[in-house]
Every structure is written in C-alpha cells, then in structure tokens.
C-alpha cells in the first residue's frame, strides 16, 4: 500500500512563512510528478503547485511566494510558503503520480491533508 503522509501545516500569522513536507512511501518505482492542492471551506479543491519532469507550475494566487520543490532520494515534496495571507487557509493537500510497474502507466495517490490556517 502506498502511503503521503503530511507534516507541516498550523497556525500562523498574515505575513508569516510555514514548509509542508510530503513523504511518500510502499511499493513505488518511481515518481512521475508531485504536488499540492487546497480545498478552502465552501470551495473546490483546487491546484497550488505541481512540479514534474523537472519543471514547476503555480496557481496565479500563489506566484511569488510559494516554492515546490523534491527531494528525490526521499521521494518528497516540499513547499515553502512564504508572506502568507487569510485567504491561503485550507487544508492542502499532498498529491503524487507514481509508476508502480515496469509495464503499467501510472497511478495517483492522495495524502489525508493538513491544515494551515492564517489568522490574525
């Protein structure tokens, strides 16, 4: 079974910085791409960044302040979350494209999410 697992999220100030980290883990040749999501309160879930194939895309609302990275020796996602403001308040979401067989295509996992909150 493969597991995200999340660590991270909390409470911060506007203004503030927090880095969520993403672990991936079971049975997984390798990772296509990684990302993370956000599905604020009374909203969809939406797109908050993805990087894949070495290259790194970034909803509009978050350009300038949010870096995605991987460590690929750990199969890990980070992302730096910098100036953050309210309206960064969901829970985000870990999301991986992962290739679990030789011959297969790939199969997409989600974590369980953490919650960040930007409050004063």
């Known amino acids: 079974q493969v597991q995200l697992v999340e660590s991270g999220g909390g409470l911060v100030q506007p203004g503030g910085s927090l880095r969520l980290s993403c672990a991936a883990s079971?049975?997984?040749?390798?990772?296509?791409?990684m990302g993370w999501y956000r599905q604020a309160p009374g909203k969809q879930r939406e797109l908050v960044a993805v990087?894949?194939?070495?290259?790194?895309q970034y909803a509009d609302s978050v350009k300038g302040r949010f870096t995605i990275s991987r460590d690929n020796a750990k199969n890990t996602v980070y992302l730096q979350m910098n100036s953050l403001k309210p309206e960064d308040t969901a829970v985000y979401y870990c999301?991986?494209?992962?290739?679990?067989?030789?011959?297969?295509?790939?199969?997409?996992?989600w974590g369980q999410g953490t919650q960040v909150t930007v409050s004063s």
């Open positions: 990087i894949i194939s070495g290259s790194t």
């Open positions: 999301n991986a494209d992962a290739y679990m067989t030789w011959t297969g295509g790939t199969t997409n996992f």
């Open positions: 079971g049975s997984i040749l390798s990772i296509k791409s």
